[in-house]
């Protein structure tokens, strides 16, 4: 059904009975939505997903391990995230989107924005960042590259589902402001910007209330306060009460409850318990989303059984490459690297991970790649004949133990070697979707091997591969040289091969934090919470906000990463105009970056807001914008920011709104969050937001920083025969002690001069609360 008009949806809707409105709002098997033949209603399907697609050919099938079919395995989100790299985000997007072409795909489930609340989250692999604006600024270009193409996208999982334990239960409970300033930013920016063709709930509860029957979120937040026009999926089993999720906002449940969903649905408009217009509004999306589909230009949508369509898959892989290039992070380098190894030379590769790479994480994310590089062969290839290269697994992947024979083979591989290349990381059984890590270590066996190595004399480069953050601080000193490649996709090996040996340059920056120690890191005390509820004590301070707030020393800091060239900045310009109560303030900011260095190299240059003495608990600094410049050696470029009021604002859950408290902030560009180059201070002038109402809850302290209420208690309160106040309201000292007593209080108090005669005054002079 093309091009559907308003008219022909409301006219199609009409035509439909109350059980096909039902069996249209529950999918009909795992992947596919319900074809009503008779209205010539199509199917669509939709398919996992965020880093590359997974096509499960038979409709039942909803398991991961069984094979998908080929699909380019892009690096996961914690890699792509680290290559600040918009442009090569949304690039990703559209390769990903011609394989959902081909396959017969409408909707690709992805991307995942939620945020990285815990080291320890199964899933970190597959979100973006601690950060809410880079994780939404990634999300963005992911969204508009699909999207580009005629294929949708599902931003996922909406909300708060940062934890694989007990994720199908679990409440979240979190206060409204970490919530707006953490949790949902994200998935508002992405939906504001980018317009998603839907958007996935998530399986636990927020506050309560499953994400699935969240009204507040799923209508009130989602539709009302950001516009969004489009259809909410449920996560797969997401749905308990399936009349309650639509009642709640929730469209498309999938995958359908068949024995009971559609049945509940039409009992309850039978009854009266459900507004029919809710459930035709619900279907009115589905088949919007099915139109989209059928969009004129689009091709019919194929069985997936059917030869796929070719696609480029050579140049999917160099993208891959690329993007697997960019997101490694470079964290050490004692002058060693890039590497150069002369004629004649040797090179110990150690580590089972360079003949078996790991290169993406486990669950509904798995792709079955269509072909899988690995170190030593890539490695092997670009040194050329002139160099010998020795390898040894060192370990053993299945598990922790030190096995001494493969440590001595290790040993004897790098003896008299010039350098040392030792593959590390997690093991895929170390992270996944569906559980929860409980510590950050890598295995005891790989530790003892580089510290082994490390007594062979050559230089040791550590490769790492895994998709949350490991302990980098306990070994670091045994490096000389440490690349982070995250979990990279199927080229990820050819990327480190090429990073090495300098013939694609180090660009990565950490989207998260490295801490000393797990037990520094913000959520260690609420994690992963007990009896169903896990309690976000540590509010808006997440990731660097956290370390920041209670000056942390960490190993690696938000923001940072090496390159083989230097940077230089200079010539801050910040200029303002507007103003924060008027909505219009605009803060353009610039700065000259210029590669001081020999090499050709990217710089992300970062730019981090913070007010200074906040009355109310504020971050330090937050990001609010990057920009990634490429540079030859000795080439400058002036890069410009534009800040708008929301950069400034916090939420003030009092007033229900954004709020921009006025006072001095300090607007700081540089490489990380902890090496700012230039730093300036601006006035935000304004007013402090609308006033809380008083009345006789207000407490005096309330009542004295408000100026209308302050000179009309005075007023009220010298109304005696020398006009001067008298009791409390006399004496500073006093008035400080008992600041916190709602004023209402102190009329049961003799002497303290407040009476239910003077609050009478005063409320008669203030009038009304307003
Ligand atoms: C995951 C989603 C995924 C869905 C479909 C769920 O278990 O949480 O991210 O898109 O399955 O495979």
């Known amino acids: 059904m093309p091009d559907l008009t308003e008219t022909d949806l409301a006219e199609t809707v009409g035509r439909l009975t109350i059980g096909e409105k039902a069996a249209l709002c529950s999918g009909a098997d795992m992947w596919h939505t319900v074809a009503i033949p008779r209205l010539g209603i199509g199917s669509i399907m939709v398919a996992d997903g965020p880093h590359g697609l997974r096509v499960q050919p038979n409709a039942a099938d909803h398991s991961s391990a069984r094979t998908s079919l080929p699909a380019t395995c892009f690096p996961t989100a914690a890699a792509l995230a680290s290559t600040w790299n918009t442009a090569l985000i949304d690039r990703v997007g559209i390769a990903i989107a011609s394989e959902a072409r081909a396959q017969g795909i409408t909707v690709v489930l992805g991307p995942g924005v939620n945020i990285k609340r815990s080291l320890l989250c199964g899933r970190n692999f597959e979100y973006f960042s601690e950060d809410p604006y880079l994780a939404g600024t990634a999300a963005t270009a992911f969204v508009n590259g699909v999207q580009s193409q005629g294929i949708g996208t599902s931003l996922k999982h909406f909300a708060v589902n940062n934890q694989e334990t007990d994720r199908m239960r679990v409440s979240a409970e979190v206060h409204e402001r970490a919530l707006r300033e953490i949790y949902l930013a994200a998935f508002e920016q992405c939906v504001k910007q980018a317009a998603p063709w839907t958007v996935m709930c998530a399986y636990n509860r927020v506050n309560g209330t499953y994400a699935s029957e969240h009204h507040w979120l799923l209508t009130g937040v989602l539709r009302d306060e950001w516009g969004f026009g489009g259809l909410v999926v449920s996560d797969w089993g997401a749905v308990h009460d399936r009349v309650a999720a639509l009642a709640a906002g929730l469209d498309l449940e999938m995958p359908p409850d068949l024995e009971r969903s559609p049945a509940a649905v039409v009992a309850a408009v039978e009854a009266g318990r459900l507004d ?410 304004g007013s402090t937001g609308a006033r809380r109402p008083l009345d006789g809850r207000s407490t005096l302290e309330e009542w004295l920083a408000d100026p209308d209420g302050r000179s009309a208690l005075m007023r009220a309160a010298g109304s005696g025969s020398d006009g001067r106040p008298n009791g409390i309201l006399a004496d500073a000292n006093r008035m400080r002690v008992s600041g916190n007593i709602p004023l209402r209080q102190f009329a049961v108090f003799p002497g303290t001069g407040i009476t239910y005669e003077l609050l009478d005054a005063v409320r008669a002079e203030l009038g009304p609360p307003k």
């Open 276 to 685: 029919e217009a809710v459930l035709d509004r619900a279907v009115g999306r589905v088949l919007e989303l099915v139109g989209r589909a059928d969009a004129p230009g689009r091709r019919e949508p194929r069985e997936p059984q059917e030869q796929p369509e070719p696609c480029d898959f050579e140049a999917h892989h160099e993208l891959a490459r690329q993007a697997a290039a960019e997101g490694a992070v470079l964290l050490k380098n004692s002058s060693v690297l890039p590497l150069a190894p002369a004629s004649g030379a040797t090179v110990a590769v150690i580590g089972e991970f360079a003949r078996k790479p790991r290169y993406q994480g486990a669950g509904s994310s798995r792709v079955n790649p269509v072909r899988v590089e690995n170190f030593l062969d890539e490695f092997t290839a670009r040194v050329g004949d002139q160099v010998t290269v020795r390898f040894a697994p060192g370990f053993e992947l299945a598990g922790d133990e030190v096995d001494e024979d493969a440590a001595d083979q290790a040993m004897s591989a790098a003896a008299g070697a010039d350098y040392i290349i030792l593959l590390l990381g997690l093991p895929g059984r170390a992270e996944s979707e569906g559980y929860d890590r409980d510590h950050i270590d890598l295995p005891r066996n790989q530790i003892s091997l580089l510290r082994r190595l490390r007594t062979a004399g050559p230089p040791v480069i550590v490769v790492l591969s895994n998709g949350g953050v490991v302990d980098v601080a306990s070994w670091d000193a045994d490096a000389d040289a440490i690349l982070e490649c995250w979990l990279g996709g199927q080229a990820g090996a050819g990327a480190a091969a090429q990073l090495l040996l300098g013939q694609a340059e180090p660009a990565g920056r950490l989207a998260e934090t490295i801490p000393r120690r797990l037990a520094d890191s913000p959520a260690f005390l609420n994690f992963p919470g007990e009896d169903g509820e896990v309690h976000y004590g540590e509010g808006i301070f997440v990731g660097y906000r956290y370390y920041d707030a209670r000056s942390i020393e960490v190993a690696y800091p938000f923001g940072f990463g090496l390159s083989y060239t230097t940077f230089g900045y200079g010539e801050l310009t910040v200029r303002s105009s507007g103003s924060a109560d008027a909505g219009d303030l605009e803060v353009r900011v610039g700065c000259r970056v210029t590669n001081t260095g020999q090499r050709s190299g990217s710089e992300v240059v970062q730019l981090y807001v913070g007010q200074q003495d906040p009355a109310i608990e504020r971050p330090v600094r937050e990001l609010r914008g990057f920009a990634k410049v490429d540079l030859a050696p000795g080439a400058a470029e002036m890069v410009w920011f534009t800040l708008g009021r929301r950069d400034f604002a916090c939420w003030s859950t009092a007033r229900s709104g954004w709020t921009v408290p006025p006072g001095r902030y300090e607007v700081a560009v540089g490489s990380s969050s902890r090496d700012l180059k230039l730093t300036a201070m601006i006035e935000i002038d």
